[in-house]
């Protein structure tokens, strides 16, 4: 089934821009398996975990060296513990060293019998190891069991058997039901007893076997290099050795439904039908790394047993559109601050009702990202909600303009008085006229394309207040800009580092410095969109001039290609400016698109700024971003990769923690040298796998070590942004229930 469908004119070429649109391919947005954890961590100390199950009832039980544990609580973000499980008093008091499931239901070993409360209780099969901490299942309430060293069959209708392993000791049992035989893992060798004529014999030897499995007519053999599959009839190995696995030291494997999962010291990870991994490390979805057991939990999810703890990994149905409902919340419920979109900083390990809002160098930014995104929101669905929220945003961003005495000129952030150490941080804080407050100066060039690309979003789409409010402030800026000869002027009045489009400044740079090109581009969206809205010549007659008298259009279609490091004998602010890409540089850029090309003065330069987004879009393709996807859907192009924009946001992890996630060691990428865009790897992970960030990042990042777990992004600019500005182009269907996503 295809996910993307052309709504095509019939016997025509688009000749229109409304053509062009009508032309364009739109993701249908039918459920696709989403995925998230839920953790659960034990509590007691020196606790080891063996095994983990869910039953039929859905209730999860954990083998551990103080006994039989049971998972308490636990939702998505609200982690669980596991704790002594006393539902059955009478199990407390018996040694209970492993438990399985039968036909659903929990088998219990301890150092006398097999053993279950279900079935009324009848099964109860008395063993003579009573050191036994290892129990299989087979058919007809057949089980084998082992204490290390030796084997034990228990039946409920037949007799029992035994046998010692001298030279060998016991690691695993599977049972295979294809062959009625028990396959058993040594040290050295693989072993099989047929429980029909009860033989035994040694069917395999490996000395670096450490897991394994039973899949169909094969073994899957885990080994500390990757693993290896045999026949399980012949013992014959199957193919070569799989070595380029996230992981290739395995200390578990399972086959649930089909597909191969395993488990690693480094995370577990799941062998896709392409032939690529899903891969699973760190906190946001497992308590620990160093996986013990996988396990099918009976409603659709995956029990990952970890030295720590236990994950439970969901998978849920779900369209965009139900997960844009969901990161609404998580913004509303916690990244609003003062109006402002903000992240929630200073967790205490991944507590999200632990931590406090934070101001930012980019709070205008963040928030214009977001408000720009609702927006959107509101001009597709006319909701109320969409609308307050715009209204707070909104109030917040002008705010910034009236609470410091410089006419026209946005502040970074504010705050009350005393919680900001002004005296320590002279530069940026400022104390306000108002004893209340104070304001953070040294406002940038990223903070300005936001208020106007958002500003411009505003008046070209809200049809109330809004719309006079977004254009008073569009003008507001852009006066001071024009005013103060294309710079940013601060409290002391100077401009400020990042706040300069003057020509003097801008042209300094050489040619392929990405200043260069990202200024004149920047400054050129900003005047379009005011003379736009307002009708003042002074913005159009300064575009004008700059483009033809100062270079700006030649600088801003300057090819990406050609963006590189100065070249030698150039000044060190160059030097530095151009050390490597610049992937803040990229989300200025394509936020200031929307002015550029909308609000283009005429159809020549519209042509020519098409060219220069589409050009930049293309040396980004590798990253995938969803955002630059679908903003360059904004120029009529039928090519933008909308599934990659899609996959985007389908594989964005609901859990937006900043968890430590590491990939650096992982077998199965391909490695790239370095260069100068910090491309790291032939192809993108995806976004659950990777460091949480946000679009000023760079995408082929692999590593975030350090404040594991401190920080709580909002979905306002990373997510909800790109989503409902694909709607509002029309590349994003409205939800549609009744189709399910091929995954």
């Known amino acids: 089934m295809s996910l ?33 954890s839920i953790k ?21 039980q954990t083998i551990s060296s103080n006994g039989l544990l049971s998972a308490h609580d636990g939702q998505f973000l609200y982690p669980g513990k596991l704790i002594q499980d006393r539902t059955y008093r009478p199990l407390t008091n018996k040694k209970i060293s492993n438990l399985t499931l039968y036909k659903n239901q929990f088998v219990y070993l301890d150092d006398t019998a097999v053993f279950s409360n279900a079935w009324a209780g009848s099964l109860f099969i008395p063993h003579t190891l009573p050191k036994a901490n290892i129990l299989a299942t087979g058919t007809d309430f057949n089980f084998l069991i082992s204490d290390g060293n030796s084997l034990e069959f228990l039946s409920k209708d037949k007799e029992p058997w035994q046998i010692a392993i001298s030279e060998d000791s016991v690691i695993d049992i599977q049972y295979d039901e294809s062959q009625n035989v028990f396959f058993i893992l040594g040290q050295h060798s693989i072993y099989s007893f047929n429980t029909v004529n009860k033989t035994f014999k040694t069917f395999y030897n490996d000395q670096e076997m450490t897991c394994f499995t039973v899949s169909e007519n094969k073994l899957v053999i885990g080994r500390n290099n990757g693993y290896l599959e045999i026949d399980s009839q012949t013992g014959k190995q199957i193919g070569v050795l799989h070595d380029k696995l996230p992981v290739n030291e395995l200390t578990t494997i399972k086959v ?36 013990k057991q996988i396990s099918k939990g009976d409603d ?26 969901y990161y609404e919340q998580q913004v509303r419920n916690r990244h609003i601050r003062l109006g402002f979109n903000a992240s929630l900083t200073d967790l205490d390990n991944g507590n999200i009702d632990s931590g406090r809002l934070s101001d930012s160098d980019n709070d205008g930014l963040w928030t214009t990202m977001y408000l720009a995104g609702e927006v959107f929101r509101y001009s597709v669905t006319k909701s109320e909600d969409a609308l307050q929220n715009c209204r707070e945003s909104m109030d917040a961003m002008e705010r910034l303009f009236s609470i410091n005495p410089i006419p026209g000129f946005p502040s970074r952030s504010f705050e009350r008085s005393g919680y900001i150490d002004v005296l320590n941080d002279p530069d940026r804080w400022q104390h306000s006229e108002d004893s209340e407050w104070d304001w953070k100066a040294t406002t940038s060039s990223d903070e300005a394309i936001g208020h106007i690309f958002a500003y411009g979003v505003m008046a070209e789409l809200m049809d109330n207040d809004l719309k006079d409010r977004a254009i008073t402030l569009i003008d507001t800026l852009m006066s001071h800009v024009v005013r103060n000869d294309m710079y940013m002027i601060d409290f002391d009045g100077k401009p400020t580092t ?9 042209n300094a740079r050489p040619r392929m410095v990405g200043d260069r090109k990202i200024n004149s581009s920047n400054i050129i969206a900003m005047l379009q969109t005011a003379y736009h809205f307002t009708g003042k010549e002074k913005y159009k007659e300064k575009a004008f001039d700059l483009m033809e008298n100062h270079g700006y259009l030649d600088n801003l279609m300057w090819p990406m290609k050609d963006i590189a490091p100065a070249p030698e004998g150039s000044d060190d602010w160059s030097k530095m400016l151009s050390e490597s890409w610049n992937h803040s540089d990229d989300e200025m850029y394509f936020v200031g698109y929307w002015g550029l090309y909308r609000y283009a003065f005429n159809d020549s330069l519209k042509a020519k700024y098409k060219e220069a987004i589409i050009d930049h879009w293309d040396i980004e393709r590798p990253e995938k971003e969803g955002a630059w996807n679908i903003m360059t859907a904004l120029t009529g192009t039928p090519e933008f990769d909308l599934e990659e924009a899609a996959w985007y946001l389908r594989e964005h992890p609901m859990d937006l923690v900043t968890w430590d996630i590491k990939n650096s060691h992982r077998k199965d990428i391909h490695f790239i040298s370095p260069n100068f865009r910090e491309q790291t790897i032939s192809e993108v992970l995806p976004a659950d796998e990777r460091p949480v960030q946000r679009h000023n990042a760079n995408m082929f990042r692999l590593d975030k070590i350090g404040n594991d777990g401190g ?32 995954n």
């Open 4 to 36: 993307l469908f052309l709504v095509c004119i019939a016997c025509t070429n688009p000749t229109s821009e409304k053509d062009a649109v009508m032309a364009m391919p739109v993701y249908k947005d039918i459920p696709y398996t989403q995925n998230y």
């Open 40 to 60: 659960y961590f034990v509590t007691q100390e020196s606790v080891s975990l063996t095994k983990s199950f869910m039953d039929r009832n859905n209730v999860i």
């Open 256 to 291: 649930l439904d089909g597909e191969l999962w395993f488990g690693s010291a480094q995370g577990a990870f799941k062998l896709k039908e392409d032939g690529k991994f899903d891969y699973y490390y760190g906190k946001r979805w497992l308590p620990g790394n160093h996986v």
């Open 300 to 325: 659709g999810s995956v029990l990952v047993l970890t030295d720590t703890g236990l994950g439970k990994l969901v998978f849920e149905e779900m369209t965009l559109f139900d997960k844009a409902n």
């Open 498 to 506: 990042w706040g300069k489009w003057n020509p003097e400044y801008v």
């Open 711 to 742: 920080q709580e992004y909002s979905a306002g600019d990373i997510w909800l942004l790109p989503y409902w500005m694909g709607r509002y182009l029309g590349i994003i269907s409205e939800p549609m229930e009744h189709i399910i996503h091929p």
